[in-house]
């Protein structure tokens, strides 16, 4: 396992985050427990999860992921607990969560709720990376790829954000913050108010980026860059498009099948270049798992790959998966079915 330090902090995380998003829907307790054990003892130290998890979430379900956790914290100690890096986002508006909390928003009162309830639910004192896990405002994201009209009733308040994280700093609650489904114009203006007013400045930035969504490399790869800011990279699989399983049909079992709502991997453009991509693995004995997730790990720009799992064989293969090193020859075959299709599923 390798290991980097996020951006703009002393917080060291493995380059391979585990994501927790089906704990407490598709995975029991003892499932997430199961597969925490099995990740921290590859070598993963970097845990990902959210306030609004678990994913196909309800009132009666919402925060039981964060709840898996924390017991499982509870379990291993505060010692082992110190060699950890948790990371936990607080939802944003317009997304009809609103059984989360009411208003959905980034006031003073609404960060401090999600704050201190993730802190219960994780059975922790500090939060080492708390992210907006998409915007107040509207904008492309979740299978949008453009913007035509900007969203005329939101207010500007960076600053106003970020100096509630800063009084969250000081109190010891949280140690960095990041943003999630983010676009360049709201990455640049947090780093510009965080250096025009002394605050917290964003250490990582999560969205999207696979075979299938290589959208981040437009804009914001070279921001992230040059400003110090790493890409946290989910979805790397394609909610399970690039394992290849759903080319032959969408079994009731699989994840695809229970949230028929996450249709932006399910569109005949992407169907077309998960083949495509599959065919170019096969040719190269691998498979098409490991070569999405080795193409992911690869760029340079990604400071932790966040994969998922609902069973320990699937954790196991995608951890084995980033022992895969792409030939420069793999790499420009990739290109060229890019260039024929696109980001088929932004």
Known sequence: MKYTNLSNSDLKVSNICLGTMTFGNQNSEAEAHQQLDYAIARGINFIDTAEMYPIGGNAQIVGSTERHIGSWLHKIGSSERQKLVIAT?????HRGMEYIRQPLDFSKKSIHDAVDLSLKNLQTDVIDLFQMHW?????????????????????????????????LVKDGKIKSIGVSNENPYGVMRFLQESEKNNLPRIATIQNPYSLLNRLFEVGLSEICMRENVG????????????????????????RMAKFPQFVRYTGENAVKATRLYNDLAEANNLTIAQMALAFVHQQSFVTS?????????????????????????VLAEINKIQELIPNPAP
């Open 135 to 167: 915007p107040e405002r509207v904008m492309n994201m979740f299978g949008q790829r453009g913007l035509t009209k900007i969203d005329t009733h939101w207010q500007d308040n960076f600053a106003e954000v970020l100096s509630i994280y800063d009084g």
């Open 305 to 329: 790959t966040i994969i998922g799992a609902t069973s320990l064989e699937q954790l196991k293969a995608n951890i084995d998966a980033f022992e895969v090193v792409l030939s420069p020859e």
């Open 89 to 93: 986002k607080i939802a944003g508006p």
């Open 231 to 254: 890409l946290l990279a989910y979805s790397p699989l394609g909610f399970g498009t690039l394992s290849g399983k759903y080319l032959n049909g969408i079994n009731p079992e699989y």
